[in-house]
């Protein structure tokens, strides 16, 4: 069995310490905590003076067979106590019968955030995920104060996501009428930057340009108010998917037992959208293609052509901007009948890749545009990526095409990622089902791709006009056996709706008497007069003028299966 020990450490002599000797060394004279006089042994430079440790320490033998040394407690007994168990749990681990998560359970969160942030970086994910995920992490560790695993508590967690949700106190601001970028950022607590591109985003009101530009206060004023309600359900479910994703990872590496953050469920983000995005019309997508196509005002180096090709792309194809940014002529095969493109499993949000089909037309203009360029660099380049809902917004107000528009639920906007909206809502109202929908969006479940696909009012009315008619009507049918019945039982029942008021000769349709002779009847407009076989019933309108009839060549099955139908007046 081990034996407890108390390792010495060097630490600095002070200026006015007493060296005395003993047993031919010098030593370093103090007194206790108890105020008993006490000798420490100095080191062999004689800068330092060696005093033992609080606690306890004791050496074992791992179940690999390596020598560790592990810290005790400050009393000897329970360091003992300690020893014990440790063997044991050797012993246990040598049998194949630990815990692998025991041991993590003393590593501090830090280091487990760290090794996950590699792991997404070696899993391919791109490095604006990769940032954000473990940023939207480590904010939730911080605000419950958990520093091991050991402290995460999901019910914590829950309220520090409501308290996110929660609106806030809008900041008073000092009596001035404009402040700078870095002022206002300090006085609602936010980075310049996110305040800058809030400003810009916004299209708030700005006051002069470059180094000397300030802020107005109804600019500052506003920003305070948005910052003040709170973060939206869907940042919300940003921290829970971040942190859903950071357990599993636990449990697979065999960190923890169970996913110490299973409990958070997703927040409901229908009554709350923050940034709902619309499509645009075909007539909306056709005068913004003629006016960007003419522009001749350029956006990081994409002319008015470039930039007229890149949304017909993606109105076509339904890529994403990133996607679109990586495209090259290479990855393009427009030859008809079925012109393609390629787009790369690594530049594919699903990480599958994709081969998506291409309306001729389309094919037909990029053929043209591509035509003599390098096949292996990007077609539009990588500079408009970041800010291609701004590129887009400029041409949405050149063409005279509202970016913002309200909806059912409130503001809807019209983003680049509107274009991918756009493409998948043309298809569903074009009568694509749903299944091809999901392949053409590359999505995982019909679910999404209901949510891209959208439906409006006119939408609706034009599918329930497709129903059949539900207000009862005054039209009486009479099957053709009745009519057909001899003796008096046909006359019977012509003259009965004749006399009841249901038939009126001046709205007849082409009526027609198949191998009998039907009832004979006064010529008066109530009055109804059945021909002779294969005769023709001639309409009369209301103006008393006579219409053609319809020739009655008709087959014996198609006889019986006719209904003659007699509308009210």
């Not at 020893?83 to 044991?88: A, K, L, N």
């Not at 508590?153 to 404009?178: I, K, T």
């Not at 913004?288 to 017909?312: I, M, P």
């Not at 400029?394 to 809807?412: C, H, K």
Request: glycine share 6%; with cysteine; proline share 7%.
């Amino acid at each position: 069995m081990p034996k407890p020990f108390k390792p010495r450490f060097a630490h600095p002599l002070p200026k006015d310490a007493v060296i005395v000797e003993r047993q031919g060394r010098p030593h370093y004279q103090t007194k206790d905590e108890r105020g008993r006089p006490v000798l420490y042994p100095l080191t062999a430079d004689g800068t330092k003076y060696l005093r033992p440790s609080n606690d306890w320490y004791f050496r074992y033998r791992d179940a690999s067979g390596r020598v560790r040394r592990k810290r005790g407690c400050s009393d000897r007994q329970a360091t003992e106590r300690l020893i014990t168990e440790t063997i044991r749990k050797v012993e246990r681990i040598r049998l194949g019968y630990a815990d692998p998560a025991e041991e993590h359970l003393l590593r501090p969160l830090a280091d487990h955030l760290a090794d996950f942030a590699t792991y997404l970086t070696a899993k391919g994910n791109v490095q604006e995920h990769c940032t954000a995920t473990v940023a939207k992490i480590r904010a939730a560790l911080d605000g419950i104060g958990a520093v091991f695993l050991a402290d995460v508590n999901a019910g914590r967690l829950s309220s520090w996501l409501c308290d996110l949700r929660r609106p806030g106190r809008v900041p008073e601001l000092p009596q001035a009428d404009s402040f700078t970028a870095k002022e206002a950022a300090q006085l609602l607590d936010m980075d310049v930057g996110s305040f800058r591109r809030f400003v810009a985003r916004h299209r708030l009101p700005v006051i002069g340009s470059g180094r000397s530009r300030r802020l107005p206060r109804s600019t500052v004023e506003t920003v305070a108010l948005q910052r003040a309600k709170g973060a939206s359900p869907e940042t919300v479910n940003h921290y829970i998917r971040a942190l859903r994703s950071f357990g599993a990872w636990l449990v697979r590496t065999r960190r923890a037992a169970a996913d110490p953050f299973d409990a958070l469920q997703l927040v409901n983000t229908t009554g709350d959208i923050r940034h709902a995005r619309r499509e645009l019309t075909a007539d909306e997508l056709r005068q913004l293609f003629v006016v960007t196509k003419a522009s001749s005002r350029s956006f990081r180096g994409l002319s008015g052509q470039d930039r007229y090709l890149l949304y017909l792309t993606a109105a076509a194809t339904g890529f994403r901007a990133r996607a679109l940014a990586h495209l090259r002529p290479a990855d393009f095969d427009l030859r008809p009948p079925s012109p393609w493109v390629v787009l790369p499993a690594r530049f594919d949000k699903s990480r599958r890749g994709k081969v998506q089909p291409i309306p001729t037309d389309v094919a037909a203009v990029l053929a043209e545009y591509l035509q003599g360029r390098p096949a292996d660099r990007p077609v539009w380049g990588k500079a408009f990526h970041p800010v291609a809902a701004e590129m887009l917004r400029r041409d949405l107000e050149s063409a005279g095409i509202p970016y913002t528009v309200e909806g059912p639920n409130g503001p809807e906007h019209a983003d680049f990622h509107s274009l991918r909206h756009t493409y998948l809502t043309l298809g569903g109202r074009s009568g694509i089902d749903l299944r091809t929908l999901q392949e053409l969006a590359g999505h995982s479940t019909p679910t999404l791709t209901a949510r891209y696909s959208h439906r409006r009012l006119y939408d609706l009315q034009g599918a329930v006009e497709k129903l059949p008619s539900l207000v009862p009507s005054d039209v009486v049918d009479v099957d053709v056996t009745t009519l057909q019945a001899t003796g008096t039982q046909g006359e019977q029942a012509v003259q009965k709706a004749v006399h009841a008021g249901c038939i009126r000769p001046h709205s007849l349709a082409s009526l027609y008497t198949f191998g009998h002779e039907g009832p004979e009847c006064d010529e008066s407009p109530q009055v109804l007069k059945m021909q002779q076989p294969d005769a023709i019933l001639h309409q009369v309108a209301s103006d008393g003028s006579e219409l053609p009839g319809q020739d009655s060549n008709l087959d014996k099955e198609s006889q019986n299966l006719l209904c003659y139908r007699y509308t009210t007046g």
